[in-house]
């Protein structure tokens, strides 16, 4: 393959952008060569040109944009799964190897490879599938390698922790399980991990009244992550024990690391949930509750199992 086209889904939340970076990482696996463009709706370029495997982003929101961004590529591969137009201008381009989703669609057949689409499957493992629809490969260890190479590119080495704690939750306050409430965790787990045991919390520019409660605990088994590049996150995740974590965008590094993972939801979401031997899935006991409900001790079990 000399040149390979990847046409992300059209949001932008930083954790749509995670969930496609194991895919392009392992589109360079197979081809170190090839030419690698990522075409997006919206201005993410900073997302995925700082990663290693990626050659450029090209911004297209219309069809005509679309075909354009499209030069004479050998394979194109879609994320979207609810839109026509791109196995359309695929096809019309003359691509010979085209790849996307199966989702009930009219211009479905026009896919040489295609993979269907699952809404009860992990966004992060369906974008890895469309791939291996083409050719075979180990998705866990692609998605652990992506993260390994990915904390290649820093340039420090954070404080490790044993314990990784996400507590963000960028789409809004129904997503975050509140931080008080990972402090009683820590509280339950540090006895039962070793006298020694590090908590780190992950904290992004919207959680600077958690930063400053935290410090305000002067704790000496917390370890403050505020504001650090994804780089040294990637490190963090792959050297954890456990990681628990709100619905936010650092949660896709923790879930491709590999290492044990709770996930905690507002409600079931298994798009965004990768579930596995060791990982588990907390949500409120009923409908109606918000994630505030959910109690520490309930996170704990859940902790407790994935880590045996």
């Given at each position: 393959m000399k040149e390979v086209v990847v046409y992300i889904r059209s949001m932008v939340f930083l954790g749509t952008q995670i969930v496609a970076f194991p895919l392009l990482y392992q589109i360079k696996q197979f081809w170190p060569d090839c030419h690698l463009r990522v075409v997006g709706q919206d201005d993410l370029a900073q997302y995925y040109e700082s990663l290693?495997?990626?050659?450029?982003?090209?911004?297209?929101?219309?069809?005509k944009q679309n075909f354009l961004a499209l030069n004479k590529p050998d394979l194109v591969i879609a994320l979207h799964f609810a839109s026509e137009q791109f196995s359309l201008v695929s096809l019309l381009k003359g691509v010979k190897t085209r790849i996307g989703f199966r989702n009930g669609r009219v211009t479905d057949v026009f896919w040489t490879h295609r993979y269907k689409k699952d809404y009860s499957e992990y966004m992060g493992v369906a974008n890895l599938k469309l791939l291996a629809a083409y050719r075979s490969f180990d998705i866990a260890t692609a998605a652990r390698a992506c993260v390994t190479a990915i904390a290649a590119q820093r340039t420090s080495n954070p404080d490790l922790a044993d314990v990784v704690f996400m507590p963000g939750g960028g789409a809004g306050d129904y997503k975050r399980w509140p931080v008080e409430r990972y402090v009683e965790l820590a509280d339950l787990l540090g006895p039962r991990m070793g006298a020694d045991i590090k908590f780190c919390f992950v904290l992004g520019p919207d959680e600077q009244r958690e930063y400053q409660w935290l410090q305000s605990l002067n704790r000496d088994d917390f370890v403050l992550f505020a504001n650090r590049p994804l780089s040294e996150l990637a490190w963090l995740t792959l050297q954890a024990k456990l990681i628990v974590a709100n619905d936010c965008g650092p949660c896709h590094y923790g879930q491709f690391a590999g290492v044990p993972y709770v996930g905690v939801f507002h409600e079931t979401n298994l798009e965004w949930f990768w579930r596995r031997s060791d990982t588990a899935s907390v949500v409120p006991m009923f409908a109606?509750?918000?994630?505030?409900?959910?109690?520490?001790?309930?996170?704990?079990?859940?902790?407790?199992?994935?880590?045996?």
């Open positions: 290693p495997w990626v050659d450029d982003y090209v911004r297209a929101n219309r069809l109606n509750k918000d994630i505030k409900s959910i109690e520490a001790s309930d996170v704990f079990e859940a902790a407790i199992k994935v880590m045996r």
